[in-house]
């Protein structure tokens, strides 16, 4: 099953991409504080291979840091073929560097407890004579109750590797996500 979660992951991240850079910039700006601003970004689509696959806006672009250290931080909820429900935030991180940060571990700073960190895919080179391009995609898949629990507090992330960064994701971008579930016809 985690095998089958970390490719569903991987091919809808990629796929989703690409879309999403060429829409963001026509879309008007977001006012992270708002779930409604948040949610008039939202996108659901239908993959005939993975099911129902709702995304957030690129939160790195909400500030100057996590946009220089991150080029890629998505909120997804997947409902596979079955079903089921599954949650993740995508992180991207491209930069320039000396060497790979190698994220490996994820910790949520509101209680310390540690999430499950999957390392989608690590690329690298590009090298100039000090400096190389470098590129990590990692998932931290989520169960329902931080999902949810995310709508009243936020979550705090401090991700670790040869470097620590940390990624505080409001309440109110979990509120949209939430609001964007479509409701279940009986």
């Not at 949610?39 to 806006?57: L, M, V």
């Not at 840091?65 to 073929?81: G, P, Q, T, W």
């Not at 996500?177 to 479509?182: R, S």
């Amino acid at each position: 099953m985690k095998t089958f979660f970390h490719i569903l992951i991987l091919i809808s991240s990629t796929a989703f991409a690409c879309q999403i850079l060429a829409e963001t910039a026509t879309k008007p700006s977001i006012d992270w504080r708002s779930a409604e601003s948040i949610g008039n970004h939202i996108d659901i689509r239908q993959d005939a291979a993975h099911g129902e696959i709702t995304y957030g806006p690129n939160f790195s672009t909400s500030n100057q840091s996590l946009s220089k250290n991150f080029s890629d931080i998505y909120l997804m909820r997947i409902v596979d073929l079955e079903g089921a429900d599954h949650y993740t935030i995508y992180i991207n991180a491209r930069y320039n560097s000396k060497n790979f940060r190698s994220y490996e571990s994820a910790v949520n700073a509101q209680d310390e407890a540690k999430l499950p960190l999957q390392v989608l895919s690590k690329t690298g080179g590009n090298c100039s004579i000090a400096i190389c391009q470098y590129e990590e995609k990692l998932a931290i898949p989520l169960n329902f109750l931080y999902f949810f629990d995310g709508s009243v507090s936020g979550l705090n992330i401090t991700i670790s590797g040869n470097r620590n960064d940390q990624i505080k994701i409001p309440d109110a971008y979990f509120k949209a996500m939430l609001n964007a579930i479509p409701e279940e016809k009986i």
